[in-house]
């Protein structure tokens, strides 16, 4: 039945990117994004491992060997469920019709030079106030850089207790991808880019490299202007997957300053790691293991999902003792269900949106949630059309934001990424309206750019 599942998940999934293709992708880039994702974390990988005979959502090797539950049986039920998720998804966003545009307008040619000013001096600001703070915090970023430092970035302590400040590596990623939209030329747009990148990596948010990425392409690609015919499109796609295959080759290098270790060579690396690193179906499998074989473990009907987003906002000093109830519900059952030694710290793993809406409601995770997403990144899309300049750059960003959600299924999270993302949009939305004028664009019914 595995097979039937997929094949019918892969249809599913074809009929919403025909529906793109017939809307035109530009108008529908948060379902488009989703649809790529799903595509990839919900069809290509778990459909990989179930032919390489994967056993454990950590796999055989090094310290995971001999660790973990057999998720084998569970491939089958798990496809089944995104079968019905990926169906129930799509069914939600095309059963509104969105509304043909009659405010179609661009920004004003005598503006762009004022608005790239002005996304500068945000991207400014925001590198001062990631950078003090990690000053502040006592690390030394440059010795890092150089490798003249036993300390590292990734997952040090924040001056503030609580990364708020750091967070705003996220705003970086916005004002890049503005400046970008704005026709900031492309050996300035490097200069942003660099130091932006340099700042990522030693954080160790290879997450936020990839984020920059996605939003640069979704901008060069759907602003309406540029045509991309298939040997480009190959090209992109190919340069595309080796800047993510070195990043998350050299990443460990990169971040403890062992440089000497690093290598750029593509024959090097290790492609698997690609599929290691979108490998959520499998804890998905794996939490549907842990619930059929502990039911007496509860659904926390939505606590972690929407409780725990008052929780991340208020200050841990308001709790009792000054801590937060940590860890969640939902992350507790995720750590308990990988079962791994007691004395392992957390490894970080995650399912997908569909593991987590199935941890906090159980099957009915799988129908109602994922259509009630897809009505909700409709009526964002009908809020925000992408025929006026302000939509275009909000369902670019917020598609960045859903890239988050996906791929790590932790709502509260996504809400702190959604917020940080939309800051710099926030600012500069004022300014960018008011330098938008009518224009006449083509058919909003057209094939993808």
């Not at 924040?158 to 970086?172: G, K, L, P």
């Not at 960003?397 to 702190?416: E, N």
Request: glycine fraction near 8%.
């Amino acid at each position: 039945m595995i097979w039937i599942y997929t094949l019918l998940n892969a249809l599913i999934l074809i009929v919403g990117i025909r529906y793109v293709r017939h809307q035109g992708a530009r108008y529908v880039i948060p379902f488009a994004v989703c649809l790529g994702l799903l595509v990839v974390y919900c069809l290509l990988t778990p459909f990989y491992y179930y032919l390489n005979g994967r056993e454990t959502v950590t796999g055989d090797l090094g310290m995971f060997r001999f660790v973990g539950k057999n998720i084998r049986a569970y491939f089958e039920p798990g496809m089944l469920a995104y079968l019905i998720a990926n169906g129930c998804f799509v069914l939600g966003f095309v059963s509104r019709g969105l509304p043909e545009s009659s405010n179609n307008s661009s920004l004003a040619t005598d503006t762009l030079a004022s608005l790239r000013r002005f996304v500068v001096g945000l991207y400014g600001l925001f590198m001062v106030i990631v950078l003090a703070d990690v000053v502040i915090s006592g690390v030394n970023p440059l010795a890092v850089l150089l490798g003249s430092s036993d300390q590292n970035l990734f997952a040090s302590q924040s001056a503030s207790n609580t990364y708020y400040f750091r967070a705003f590596a996220d705003s970086i990623i916005t004002t890049i991808v503005l400046y970008a939209y704005l026709r900031g030329s492309f050996p300035k747009l490097i200069v942003l880019l660099v130091p932006a990148f340099v700042l990522f990596a030693l954080l160790g948010f290879r997450y936020r490299l990839i984020l920059t990425i996605l939003g640069l392409v979704l901008v060069y690609m759907l602003q309406g202007d540029l045509t991309l015919h298939l040997k480009r499109w190959t090209m992109v796609g190919l340069l595309i997957f080796y800047f993510i295959s070195t990043i998350t080759h050299n990443r460990w290098y990169f971040i403890s300053g062992q440089y000497d270790d690093m290598t750029i060579d593509p024959t090097q690396y290790d492609y698997s790691m690609f599929f290691e690193q979108t490998r959520g179906s499998l804890a998905d499998f794996n939490m549907l293991r842990y619930y059929d074989e502990n039911p007496e473990t509860p659904h926390d009907y939505g606590l972690s999902m929407f409780g725990y987003v008052l929780v991340r906002v208020v200050p841990r000093q308001l709790f009792p003792g000054g801590e937060k109830p940590y860890p969640s519900p939902y992350l507790d059952v995720l750590d308990r269900s990988l079962e791994l030694p007691r004395e392992w710290l957390r490894i970080g793993e995650a399912t997908l949106h569909y593991g987590a809406f199935y941890a906090g409601f159980g099957w009915l995770g799988f129908w109602l949630l994922p259509f009630v997403m897809g009505l909700w990144i409709n009526q964002f899309v009908r809020r925000n059309p992408a025929a006026t300049p302000l939509g275009f750059s909000k369902q670019i960003v917020f598609s960045l934001a859903l890239f988050q959600l996906i791929t790590r299924g932790y709502f509260p999270q996504f809400v702190d990424h959604y917020v940080y993302l939309f800051i710099p949009l926030w600012l500069i939305g004022r300014r960018m309206r008011q330098a938008a004028v009518p224009t006449v664009l083509s058919v909003h019914h057209e094939a993808v750019y």
